[in-house]
């Protein structure tokens, strides 16, 4: 059974651009949860993804978006990156039958918006 | 909205001391609640949760957590710290059927030799 895996480890861009992030839920998963944890604070819900669909979003702009995948795989598109983009962004999955009762969080990346 | 608050930012105990970790909550029903730890640059490991009966829960690496619903908390709890503890943790709260955990701003725990 593998864990949730998040690709790339760090990056960095610069203001204007755009990133795309990836997330491997855990095997058994079919539900992805994305979230935004700025330094010194806990995490903030961004959005949740399932059945390839979007499934309940916090307060962020629509220049954060995501994808999900038939194999429940997700990817986070930030568009027109602000310094305050700066932050690591955690993806985690769980089963939708279970709720949030077993959600597993992957290692995050670290976004460094310059 | 459920809010969660975790008062101490940091903490400092000595190595072998007890510790505890308040976390209160503010929710109208009960809602299940989660500890989290963070390791520098890492991601949450989930530490141990409440869903419903026995409020005091066991988890990890040694630590426990009672609920008490008469004042809203979940305080996490272990007898005697380890200098591997030195972390941040994360209360969290989700409410049945919902799609979001809410966090708590964290503790910072440090632990002296």
């Known amino acids: 059974e593998t864990g949730v895996t998040q690709s790339p480890t760090h990056l960095i861009k610069t203001r204007g651009q755009q990133v795309t992030l990836r997330c491997s839920s855990q095997s058994g998963h079919n539900t992805v949860s994305w979230y935004q944890q700025a330094l010194g604070q806990g995490p903030q819900f961004i959005f949740q993804?399932?059945?390839?669909?979007?499934?309940g979003r916090g307060n962020f702009p629509p220049r954060f978006s995501g994808l999900q995948f038939p194999n429940y795989s997700s990817e986070l598109n930030v568009n027109a990156l602000e310094l305050d983009d700066s932050a690591l962004y955690l993806c985690?999955?769980?089963?939708?039958?279970?709720?949030?009762?077993?959600?597993?969080f992957g290692p995050g990346t670290r976004l460094t918006v310059l | 909205a459920q809010s969660v608050t975790q008062p101490d930012i940091h903490i400092t105990v000595s190595e072998g001391a007890s510790l505890e970790l308040r976390c209160n909550y503010s929710y109208g029903a009960t809602p299940y609640l989660f500890w989290y730890v963070q390791s520098p640059g890492q991601g949450l490991q989930l530490l141990l949760k409440y869903f419903s009966g026995d409020t005091l829960v066991q988890g990890i690496k040694g630590f426990e957590a009672e609920f008490k619903r008469s004042q809203s908390s979940f305080n996490l709890r272990k007898p005697s710290v380890h200098w591997s503890d030195a972390a941040e943790y994360f209360c969290?709260?989700?409410?049945?059927?919902?799609?979001?955990?809410?966090f708590g701003q964290g503790t910072r725990l440090t632990i002296n030799p």
């Open positions: 969290a709260v989700v409410k049945e059927g919902a799609q979001k955990l809410v």
């Open positions: 993804y399932y059945r390839e669909e979007e499934n």
């Open positions: 985690a999955s769980s089963h939708r039958g279970g709720g949030l009762r077993e959600q597993f």
